[in-house]
């Protein structure tokens, strides 16, 4: 989880690769309608994102016991709820980063649809794990390789 630009899908390819588990990317769960509205720089709203949290989260319960990794935003609590409400024993691994690091790698990216400039909205919408949400939290400014281990490290506990 983490806002945009923070690595999810690439730290996320090579955490399930680790854990000899399967993969999503859930930008690709969304519909259309969303991405033609960030791609317009139009921040999603709680009634847009409801519909792609509930197919996150039947992607994480059709996962659960041989294990799947998915790359999710998941900014607010009540969205992990909701996850967590189709698949209880998910563990986030938060990417957090300076939003400075965070826009660089945004702007330097040619295939996404997410733009740069939604970046604050997301920093604001942002609700870091509480203290009974099961995971942890990796500060970006870390090697990849380092990211995953400790990622690995706290899935399986």
Do not use: I
Not at 82 to 104: E, I, K, M, N
């Amino acid at each position: 989880m983490g806002v945009s630009g923070s690595g999810k899908s690439t730290v996320g390819t090579a955490l399930a690769e680790r854990l000899g588990a399967a993969f999503t990317d859930a930008d690709g769960l969304h519909p259309a309608a969303n991405v033609a509205k960030m791609r317009a720089g139009t921040p999603l709203t709680d009634t847009d994102r409801a519909p792609w949290l509930d197919l996150v989260g039947a992607r994480l319960a059709e996962g659960a016991g041989h294990g799947v990794v998915v790359a999710c935003s998941a900014l607010r609590r009540s969205y992990r709820d909701r996850l967590r409400g189709h698949a209880p024993d998910t563990v986030f691994v938060h990417l957090t980063g300076a939003r400075d690091v965070l826009a660089a790698r945004m702007g330097a990216r040619t295939d996404h649809f997410m733009p740069a400039a939604l970046l604050d909205s997301q920093f604001a919408t942002l609700e870091p794990l509480g203290p009974d949400e099961a995971g942890v939290v990796l500060d970006v400014a870390r090697p990849v390789g380092e990211l995953v281990a400790a990622a690995a490290d706290a899935v399986r506990r």
